[in-house]
């Protein structure tokens, strides 16, 4: 688990996914914008919230307007990581008006999903109060993982892997192909990487047969509350331990209160909603 510090993202991370996510919406042209504005018109937007939420993507949803129009100019009143409440503007967007309108929806797409996800994840590291660390997964949208946990680290939340290079995990079907946790554990070992070892345990017996095998963290998969008390009372001193399957924002408190280190919560990232927020364009 690696506590990424929270600032900007590098514009290198998004820049090709922004031009890819506008020319699927271009197609060979905005047919209505092409029609009706004049190239010159120029317009001033500002995009608002419309629900209580959390920001994060601000950056990503100017590189869409600037990449239409590179003379844009962006002023941002609120940056990611804000809480805002109904009526924020968050920034403000001045430049060519058929470029506005041509980039409106990529932008918005992307502030929507990611300020989604830092909201939600906010909801999660709030019900922890400090008690537990909130945790992100891999279960990402494809391609735009990056993002996606830069919007849990918006919302409070520490991301835990970045991809499969980036932490041991030996889950239960690595456990099944390896013929146990003691080989699986073993043949990690002999690598001799410079990572924690860490073993999913989905029973109490599969605890102590992580512990035995010398896992240093142990991932409780949907152990119910009074398992995972007994599982950290026994992981204590020896291993870390992670809560992972069927965490819900309504549970939080019981979890946080069993003891254990870290609480995975897939949901951050494949259920959050997105948050209401507009664009509204006028001329100038």
């Known amino acids: 688990m690696k506590a990424v510090p929270f600032e900007p993202l590098d514009p290198g991370l998004y ?51 600037r990449q239409m129009d590179p003379a844009v100019q962006i002023t941002v009143n609120r940056p990611d990581g804000t809480r805002c409440e109904p009526g ?41 109060g ?15 993982r990056a993002l996606e946990k830069y919007a849990v680290r918006a919302g409070g939340g520490v991301n835990h892997r970045s991809g499969l290079d980036d932490g041991i995990l030996i889950k239960d079907n690595h456990i099944r192909l390896a013929g146990g946790v003691g080989n699986a554990v ?32 142990v991932l409780l998969d949907n152990l119910s509350t009074g398992d995972i008390i007994e599982a950290v009372k026994r992981c204590s001193g020896r291993a870390r331990t992670e809560i992972s399957g069927g965490v819900m924002l309504q549970r939080m408190g019981e979890l946080a209160a069993t003891g254990a280190d870290y609480v995975s919560v897939g949901a951050l990232t494949h259920s959050a909603p997105a948050a209401d927020i507009s664009f509204e364009i006028e001329p100038v």
């Not at 018109?41 to 590189?63: N, Y």
């Not at 968050?90 to 300020?115: I, P």
């Not at 400090?130 to 735009?144: N, Q």
């Open 15 to 65: 820049r090709e996914l922004v031009r890819r996510a506008l020319a699927e919406d271009f197609g060979w042209g905005d047919v209505t914008t092409e029609t009706i504005i004049d190239r010159t018109q120029k317009a001033r937007g500002v995009i608002t919230v419309k629900s209580s939420c959390v920001l994060a993507g601000v950056d990503v949803a100017g590189e869409a307007f």
């Open 88 to 128: 924020t503007e968050v920034a403000e967007v001045r430049g060519l008006a058929a470029a506005l309108l041509t980039a409106e929806r990529t932008a918005l797409n992307f502030l929507q999903r990611l300020s989604g996800i830092a909201t939600l994840t906010r909801q999660f590291v709030d019900a922890a």
């Open 130 to 144: 400090g008690r537990i660390v909130v945790l992100d997964t891999r279960k990402t949208t494809p391609i735009l």
């Open 186 to 217: 073993t043949r990690m070992r002999k690598t001799n990487r410079e990572m924690p070892t860490e073993v999913e345990a989905q029973s109490l017996a599969e605890v102590d047969e992580a512990l035995q095998a010398g896992a240093e963290i």
